[in-house]
């Protein structure tokens, strides 16, 4: 009992300094709530919908909500309504646009593959290197690797345009400040400026017709140029058909995707094909390969394949590349629907002031210490000292509880809190059970010392019936069920299988070791009464001493009778 108590302290402990801490749902901090509703053209409300075109939704709107970093977001569907809920969030307009714009799928060149965004570590040693080599190559402080290779390029070309017949490189510096751009101190400093450079565009600044630094799911950092464009049409997801996944003949996962016909379609793709195959300046050859293609939607390429024809069919095209069934599957949804699948109109906006939240949340509390507080009242008046590992495996429920949820990052909703507040009742449940069977079997005859453990086996096993049958209820509520009711039935059946744990390796050791110490010779104390037991053994109980006390002069006469 003590080593379970103790392992659970540590790991509160732990836990704490670690500055894990459980996260408040919406109700209880505050934030947004909206329900979106597909809808058509006209703004009507559309009663049949593909179910895969609404879990997709769900999906790119949880990516959306991910980027912009709110923590512990639900998205849950019920029937053909979307509802975001978003904790801590206080701007209601900018959680509409957020998770209802229907994000266009755009064609972008790749420019250049960059180096991982450094840490801030890296970044202090980057900039050391950085400065030591403009240093020892006497570079003022405001001039860049790159200020100097645009001077050399200038220069190549004014030479070109001046003399075309003359190819032979000119000797020495070309620019204003006579550096040898391929010594090794200007590369290091080239290189150190370049991943310095590398930071990731911000989702609000992404614009079409401008170069962006983006990731894929990877990791893989791609600096890519403006969406292709040729005269007013550009290359979106508009431009696609359709797209489907499936294994080549090599057994590898594939994305094939078809492309509409005409100006708008295959003819648009294959001008940005041909551009990249030729490695043409908009579309530049990648590490010795031909240029890539990326396919970006809100802000992350989903892939950016490498160009190998100039031409292609337009239902003749094969993405391949490290796929596996779900990544390929994840593309070809994303080519097919280009972005939103659907068109999403938010019903309903609810805004949850923080205030309100944490007068909630503080109800919440005050309810389950109430609970708490007659719970041990009631036990204490019954069940006298056994009252005490009651609460002492409820204590250890309650700390690897909250363990758990700082660790799972599960959000506690006021649901949530009401599933914990009934979990008490059945912790007291399965203590009440244990103590009425023990006591059960010292009215009929038996001492606590020598009942205490079989009849604590017998009663656990009722618990355990007991128990299951509310893991049951539990588990069929969270998964028919959405929003408060779920979060009601997890932590309702979490707290259930920890009562199963605390009672059989906190309370039932802790009654057996009172069982074999002095104080069960006084069934008072484990709320008993003398009277209820059977006569033989309040023969006993009135001829023997209290715990602790001596035998008085009249017992010592009796004996002696």
Excluded at 93 to 113: E, H, M, N, W, Y
Excluded at 369 to 378: C, K
């Amino acid at each position: 009992m003590l080593i379970v108590m103790g392992l659970a302290v540590l790991l509160l402990v732990v836990t704490i300094v670690m500055g894990k801490s459980p996260t408040l749902g919406l109700d209880l901090q505050g934030g947004v709530s909206v329900n979106l509703q597909p809808v058509d053209e006209s703004g009507a409300v559309l009663d049949d919908v593909d179910t895969e075109n609404l879990d997709e939704a769900i999906e790119i709107i949880r990516k959306r909500v991910d980027a912009v970093g709110v923590t512990e977001p639900e998205v849950s569907r019920q029937g053909n309504t979307i509802t975001v809920q978003l904790p801590g969030a206080t701007d209601q307009q900018d959680v509409i646009d957020l998770v209802g714009t229907t994000a266009r799928l755009r064609f972008r060149p790749v420019l250049a593959i960059l180096p991982p965004e450094p840490t801030d570590e890296q970044r202090a040693e980057l900039e050391a290197t950085a400065e030591e080599m403009r240093t020892q190559l006497g570079l003022p402080a405001d001039v860049t690797a790159q200020d100097v290779i645009d001077e050399e390029v200038a220069a190549a070309q004014a030479q070109l345009e001046a003399d075309p017949e003359n190819t032979t490189p000119a000797e020495g510096p070309q620019n204003s400040y006579g550096v040898d751009v391929q010594s090794d101190e200007f590369q290091q400093l080239a290189a150190a400026e370049t991943q310095l450079a590398t930071q990731l565009t911000a989702r609000e600044d992404i614009k079409a017709d401008q170069e962006v630094v983006l990731a894929d799911s990877s990791g893989t950092i791609y600096q890519l140029g403006p969406t292709f464009t040729s005269g007013d049409r550009t290359l979106e997801g508009e431009a696609v058909e359709d797209a489907t996944a499936g294994l080549n003949q090599q057994g590898e996962w594939v994305v094939n995707p078809v492309f509409r016909g005409g100006e708008e379609g295959i003819d648009l793709f294959n001008e940005a094909a041909t551009a990249c195959y030729n490695g043409d300046p908009t579309c530049p050859a990648q590490q010795g390969s031909r240029g890539q293609l990326a396919i970006v939607l809100d802000g992350e390429v989903l892939t950016a394949p490498s160009i190998n024809e100039a031409t292609f069919s337009r239902d003749q095209i094969q993405i391949s590349g490290a796929f596996d069934q779900e990544s390929a599957q994840s593309v070809a949804v994303a080519l097919r629907y280009g972005s939103l699948p659907l068109n999403l109109q938010p019903q309903q906006a609810e805004t949850v002031s923080a205030t309100l939240g944490e007068g909630a949340l503080q109800a919440g509390l005050i309810a389950g210490a109430v609970g708490l507080a007659a719970v041990f009242m009631y036990m204490a008046l019954y069940y006298r000292m056994l009252a005490l590992f009651t609460f002492a495996s409820l204590s250890t429920s309650a700390m690897l509880l909250w363990v758990a949820m700082s660790w799972l990052g599960a959000a506690v909703t006021l649901a949530g809190l009401v599933g914990l507040v009934v979990s008490i009742g059945i912790a007291v449940d399965s203590s009440v059970v244990a103590f009425e069977g023990l006591k059960e079997d010292v009215r009929k005859g038996s001492t606590v010392r020598s009942v205490t453990h079989k009849s604590l086996t017998r009663s656990y096993s009722t618990v355990v019936k007991a128990d299951t049958s509310s893991l049951i209820g539990a588990a069929v509520l969270y998964w028919l069920s959405v929003g408060p009711v779920r979060g009601f039935a997890f932590y309702l059946g979490t707290a259930t299988l920890l009562d199963l744990f605390s009672h059989y390796f906190v309370l039932k050791p802790g009654v057996m070791s009172l069982a074999r110490s002095r104080f069960a010779s006084n069934p008072k104390l484990l709320g008993i009464a003398i009277d209820d037991l059977e006569p033989e053994m309040q023969a006993k109980l009135t001829l023997a001493p209290s715990p602790g006390s001596t035998p008085t002069a009249s017992m010592a006469m009796s004996k002696e009778a």
